[in-house]
Nanobody, 121 residues
């Protein structure tokens, strides 16, 4: 499977942005991580095959993850963006049996190329 992330850009604090991650085939577990240079990557949001979701503490209540019924495209709606949301956002997918669905430490994880999100006034 191959993943293509899109939708990043520049937005002012308090604004909104939507990211997409298109897969070359139907997927199971999917999610988003983000990374800032010099810092560890951070879970943003993940969604399991059955639709269960998990969010990083810093984005709860502001971001919403979803996917289409064919499970080939995942979305991340980001509202009330803050300066600290600035990062490169990476989407991933992995098999449904590789649990927990939000953990990306295993060799089964496939990553997209990343998309830059910059929140700045």
């Amino acid at each position: 499977v191959q993943l293509q992330a899109s939708g990043g850009g520049l937005v002012q604090p308090g604004g909104s942005l939507s990211l997409s991650c298109a897969a070359s085939e139907s997927t199971t577990s999917m999610g988003w991580y983000r990374q800032v240079p010099g810092k560890q990557r951070e879970l943003v949001a993940a969604i399991a095959r059955v639709g269960t979701t998990k969010y990083g503490d810093s984005v709860k209540g502001r971001f919403t993850i979803s996917r289409d019924s064919a499970k080939t495209t995942m979305y991340l709606q980001m509202n009330s963006l803050k300066l600290e949301d600035t990062a490169v956002y990476y989407c991933y997918t992995k098999p449904h049996w590789d649990v927990p669905f939000w953990d990306v430490a295993s060799r089964n994880v496939v990553w997209g190329q990343g998309t830059q999100v910059t929140v700045s006034s």
